[in-house]
Structures are given as structure tokens and as C-alpha cells.
T-cell receptor, first 109, second 114 residues
Framework: SQQGEEDPQALSIQEGENATMNCSYK?????LQWYRQNSGRGLVHLIL?????REKHSGRLRVTLDTSKKSSSLLITASRAADTASYFC?????????FGAGTRLTVKP | NAGVTQTPKFQVLKTGQSMTLQCAQD?????MYWYRQDPGMGLRLIYY???????DKGEVPNGYNVSRLNKREFSLRLESAAPSQTSVYFC?????????????FGQGTRLTVV
């Protein structure tokens, strides 16, 4: 079964609003990564957070990790229409990399 | 710099036919992966290769075989295609060293089995 599970499955917001997506996983990890996928395209890496980190920032992205709850969140601030895409978390346990089902984000102009 | 290249981009097969999906990376990465993506299911790992000469099963290996031909190439073979294998297939590679495990993806192969 898939390691990560994103929540919500779909999210629709207005441009300028913040978007928060959550990821829960089942087993111990070395790191957790977030990826973005535009329709019909391959995935693009956004940010990686290691198991000993609690928060990480990259531009308008903020990722948190709570290993005690086996969960992570991705916050996109001041969203833009161009942020419309699917977002996936991926857990890395030193052997392979497994993805959740993703959150489909729609940002309305 | 091409990154990860998958061929073909589209393919239609009849049930029972065989085919090989090709993947090549030019980033000197150690690890390579094959995933399938179905609506509402996210990406599921089929097989992966941690280094040249090694391959391991992922979540959904049944009906597939792989070959890590060299460090650059990792192919996925369907010996007898079934409609359940209709999906979008993605190849990815990663350096997987102590500092960097970011994965780079190809553009995908859209496979339809009729």
C-alpha cells in the first residue's frame, strides 16, 4: 500500500489566499519530500525535509514535519493561478521512495 | 541537459502483446525507479534499482519485469499486456547520496491496453 496519504484530496481557493495540504505516513522515514505535478506532466521536486528537521522554508513554501504524529504539511502562501497543480508527498526510508495519492489544488484568478 | 528521457510517449497495445518502455538518464544517478499513475491512486512503485546491476520489487510488480542495463538505462517490460495495465508510467532517477535524494522524473508514457 502507499506510504503517504494526502489530505484533502482536492482544494479550491482564490488567488492570494494560502493553501495548506497535509500528508500522513505509516513507517519511519529518513526524509519527506513534496512534489508538484502539472496536468499531463512529470513530477517536479519542491522541497525536502529531513527527519530531524521540524520546519523548512523555500520561497512561498513552508513545510513542517511531526515525526511523532507521522505527518507533514505544505503551506503555499499568497497563491497564484499558476500554482494550480497536484501536490504529492513522498516518503524515503532509505530503500525506496513512495508517494501518496496527492492533493489537487485549484487557484482561481 | 536532457535529464530523464522516456520512450515512447504514447502506446496502444492489444491484450497479450508485449512491449518495453525505455528510460535513460544523463545525470549519473545511482537510483532509478518505475512508477505507474492511475486516477485517484497517486504514484505506485513498480520496481526500483538502487545501483547498476540491482533491482528490487516495489508495491505493484506483478506483470512487469525490469532491466538495469547500465547506470544510464532502466527498462520496464510488459510480457503479456492486460487492460489492468492501462496507465501512465513514469521513470525517475535520484542520486541517493547522503546529501541529496531528490528525484527527477521523465515526462511519462501513456499506455492503453485494449
Amino acid at each position: 500500500s502507499q506510504q503517504g496519504e494526502e489530505d484533502p484530496q482536492a482544494l479550491s481557493i482564490q488567488e492570494g489566499e494560502n493553501a495548506t495540504m497535509n500528508c500522513s505516513y505509516k513507517t519511519s522515514i529518513n526524509n519527506l519530500q513534496w512534489y508538484r505535478q502539472n496536468s499531463g506532466r512529470g513530477l517536479v521536486h519542491l522541497i525536502l525535509i529531513r527527519s530531524n528537521e521540524r520546519e523548512k522554508h523555500s520561497g512561498r513554501l513552508r513545510v513542517t514535519l511531526d515525526t511523532s504524529k507521522k505527518s507533514s504539511s505544505l503551506l503555499i502562501t499568497a497563491s497564484r493561478a499558476a500554482d494550480t497543480a497536484s501536490y504529492f508527498c513522498a516518503t524515503d526510508d532509505n530503500n525506496d521512495m513512495r508517494f501518496g495519492a496527492g492533493t489537487r489544488l485549484t487557484v482561481k484568478p | 541537459n536532457a535529464g530523464v528521457t522516456q520512450t515512447p510517449k504514447f502506446q496502444v497495445l492489444k491484450t497479450g502483446q508485449s512491449m518495453t518502455l525505455q528510460c535513460a538518464q544523463d545525470m549519473n544517478h545511482n537510483s532509478m525507479y518505475w512508477y505507474r499513475q492511475d486516477p485517484g491512486m497517486g504514484l505506485r512503485l513498480i520496481y526500483y534499482s538502487a545501483s547498476e546491476g540491482t533491482t528490487d520489487k516495489g508495491e505493484v510488480p506483478n506483470g512487469y519485469n525490469v532491466s538495469r542495463l547500465n547506470k544510464r538505462e532502466f527498462s520496464l517490460r510488459l510480457e503479456s499486456a492486460a487492460p489492468s495495465q492501462t496507465s501512465v508510467y513514469f521513470c525517475a532517477s535520484s542520486p541517493r547520496d547522503s546529501r541529496n535524494t531528490e528525484a527527477f522524473f521523465g515526462q511519462g508514457t501513456r499506455l492503453t491496453v485494449v
